[in-house]
């Protein structure tokens, strides 16, 4: 299976802060690489797929880059709701693997 | 709009077996690939496989194989997942999701606690 790691695994920050989430691919997954969003209690929400492409109705502070093994999202500008876990996923293999997830807390 | 609703919470017991339900409404049922994901207790997401709608082909990640089955009706525009002989590591919420670049829609999850 293709291993997908995330940093940080934890991080806090204050509202305004512009943050960004790494995911770094065991092997090449080309522009295979979705993000979502995850609050307690909810089903996680896609922000980004295909590495950079925004997902209807999610706010423009939110951005995907990178290809091959690595890969960034970003927050430019945290708002309160942006608290949450944070995952990457490849579906680039036949086996899809997510990241260990990167928990974003208030500062 | 698209809506996925799967079926209520049920406790089981090691050993036992566990059916979920996920019914599709508000797009073509058999137009897009399903498939689960699974979150246990204070751990990341974890994907089990996705089922084809269509012509019902599966595929399953390697750790559940021989112990999950992914079918549909298609005439109820619903998918079910099945995993046998349950052990306490398989508590977790259970959650359907329509597969596009990505997983754009999600079934609201259902726990399945698993306990003696």
Redesign the interface.
């Known amino acids: 299976d293709i291993q997908m790691t995330q940093s940080p695994s934890s991080l806090s920050a204050f509202v305004g802060d512009r943050v960004t989430i790494t995911c770094r691919a065991s092997q090449s997954i080309s522009r295979s690489l979705n993000w979502y969003q995850h609050k307690p209690g909810t089903a996680p929400k896609l922000l980004i797929y295909a590495a950079s492409a925004l997902q209807a109705g999610v706010p423009s502070r939110f951005s995907g880059s990178g290809s091959g093994t690595d890969f960034t999202l970003t927050i430019s500008s945290l708002q309160p709701e942006d608290f949450a876990t944070y995952y990457c996923q490849q579906t680039y293999s036949s086996s899809i693997t997510f990241g260990q997830g990167t928990r974003l807390e208030i500062k | 709009q698209v809506q996925l609703v799967q079926s209520g919470a049920e406790v089981k017991k090691p050993g036992a077996s566990v059916k979920v339900s996920c019914k599709a409404s508000g797009y073509t049922f058999t137009g897009y690939s399903m ?1 689960w ?1 699974r979150q246990a207790p204070g751990q ?4 089990m496989g996705w089922i084809n709608p269509n012509s019902g082909g599966t ?1 399953y ?2 750790k559940f194989r021989g112990r999950v089955t992914m079918t549909r009706d298609t005439s109820i525009s619903t998918v079910y997942m099945e995993l046998t002989r349950l052990t306490s590591d398989d508590t977790a919420v259970y ?1 359907c ?1 329509r597969g ?5 829609f ?4 259902t726990l399945v606690p698993v306990s003696s």
């Open positions: 498939h994901v990341g997401l974890e994907w595929n990640a390697q959650y999701a596009v670049a990505g997983y754009d999600w079934g609201q999850g």
